[in-house]
């Protein structure tokens, strides 16, 4: 049975999650169109920079979402006010020293930069292969030890972000559910990395996990309200989304 506690916003992660299987993420675009003008409000949380976010969308026929979250939490997009809201940049800024953070990372070998368009003056980005718990411990220390108050976000086994203390898709999410009044516990969030648990680790919120999940993200949610879907990708969003009650259970 579908859950029937309402849901004013859903909040999903791109690449592995909406995005993935075509097929799937059409069937998306689909149901979502349906719902019509009470649907909840759509956001959009990625590792990836808005302009970048905006051109997989298009490219992958995904709906234009209310509000993007992009480089994992450190951008607030509202197309419809006309861009990135300098407020809560300024509010990541406080206490943060990118280039410290970046000379800490470089002293550390076998970790390689991103390349430039990855990166903005709140994200650090990185590749780090297979980095242990221990190797992410150390790094951390080495940031602490230089008086850099970063938080480190490891993904996919591979992916480094070194961001400010308060930077991550949860604190992205609860932001935007205070600027529009939306409670915790009527948001739906969904993604299959590292980088999204913090979504999943916002109090109330409820999850939907796709089968094709890191590791990494099956652990983070282990004691929380996730739903963990049989389809991956897309198809495993939608799972979700009759799950909790957003897109009906019989579909054409
Ligand atoms: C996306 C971003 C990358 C980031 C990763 C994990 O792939 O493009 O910069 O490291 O997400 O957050």
């Not at 997009?77 to 970046?102: F, M, N, Q, R, T």
């Not at 150390?138 to 591979?158: F, H, K, N, P, W």
């Not at 999850?207 to 890191?214: C, D, F, M, Q």
């Not at 990494?216 to 009759?242: H, S, T």
Request: charged residues 25%.
């Amino acid at each position: 049975m579908p859950e029937t506690k309402r849901v004013a916003l859903f909040c999903s992660d791109l690449d592995g999650t909406l995005l993935g299987l075509p097929e799937a993420s059409a069937d998306f675009r689909r149901i979502w169109d349906s719902l019509g003008d009470d649907r909840p409000v759509l956001v959009y949380s990625t590792g990836r920079l808005v302009e970048d976010a905006m051109r997989v969308i298009r490219a992958g026929g995904l709906p234009e979402p209310d509000y993007y979250i992009g480089g994992v939490g450190t951008v607030i997009h509202d197309p419809g006010a006309g861009g990135v809201i300098p407020d809560y940049a300024e509010a990541l800024s406080e206490d943060w020293d990118l280039a410290k953070a970046i000379e800490v990372v470089r002293s550390f070998s076998g970790i390689e930069e991103q390349p430039a368009e990855q990166q903005n003056e709140c994200k650090s980005s990185w590749f780090w292969h297979d980095a242990s718990p221990a190797d992410l411990d150390r790094l951390r220390a080495a940031l602490d030890e230089a008086g850099v108050t970063a938080q480190v976000i490891y993904s996919s086994a591979r992916d480094l972000d070194v961001l400010p203390r308060r930077a991550n898709k949860g604190n992205a999410l609860r932001w935007i559910c205070g600027k529009l009044g939306v409670p915790l516990d009527e948001a739906v969030v969904a993604g299959d990395t590292g980088n999204d648990s913090s979504m999943f680790q916002v109090e109330g919120v409820r999850g939907i996990v796709p089968a094709n999940a890191e590791p990494e993200l099956i652990e983070a949610v282990r004691d929380l309200d996730a739903f963990r879907a049989r389809g991956e990708c897309a198809a495993g969003i939608i799972e979700g989304l009759i799950h909790h009650g957003v897109f009906p259970q019989h579909r054409s």
